[in-house]
Nanobody, 128 residues
Framework: QVEVVESGGGLVQAGGSLRLSCAASGRSFFRSPMGWFRQRPGEEREFVGSISRNAGSTYYGDSVKGRFTISRDNAKNTGYLQMNSLKPEDTAVYYC?????????????????????WGQGTQVTVSS
């Protein structure tokens, strides 16, 4: 069982940066891939990025490639999403998710259905 809590959201001007954190509890976090998703009002949840259990593999959604970076510190049971060059269209609620344990060091799922544990979300608002 893993519980995750996001933090770091807020209001930022276009072109600015934010770093989101995802604090996880549970002994199995270091064995679990982690992902970030976002949801704008009236839209479906969108894949932002994912990272394998040992950070050997990372994947990004097309809309954030080159601007966002996902990372993790297993010693701290924490994941991060560094967001640079933010745009107004990045405004959304951002969710952190953890998948179930895996022995596959390169597994970093991109579908929300592959994640079992979700945080409550943190709002990111980018003003123009």
């Amino acid at each position: 069982q893993v519980e995750v809590v996001e933090s770091g959201g807020g209001l930022v001007q276009a072109g600015g940066s934010l770093r989101l954190s995802c604090a996880a509890s549970g002994r199995s976090f270091f064995r679990s891939p982690m992902g970030w998703f976002r949801q704008r009002p009236g839209e479906e949840r969108e894949f932002v990025g994912s990272i394998s259990r040992n950070a050997g593999s990372t994947y990004y959604g097309d809309s954030v490639k080159g601007r966002f970076t996902i990372s993790r510190d297993n010693a701290k049971n924490t994941g991060y999403l560094q967001m640079n060059s933010l745009k107004p269209e990045d405004t959304a609620v951002y969710y952190c998710a953890a998948s179930r344990e895996t022995i596959n060091f390169s597994y970093a799922p991109v579908r929300q259905y592959d994640y079992a544990y979700w945080g409550q979300g943190t709002q990111v608002t980018v003003s123009s």
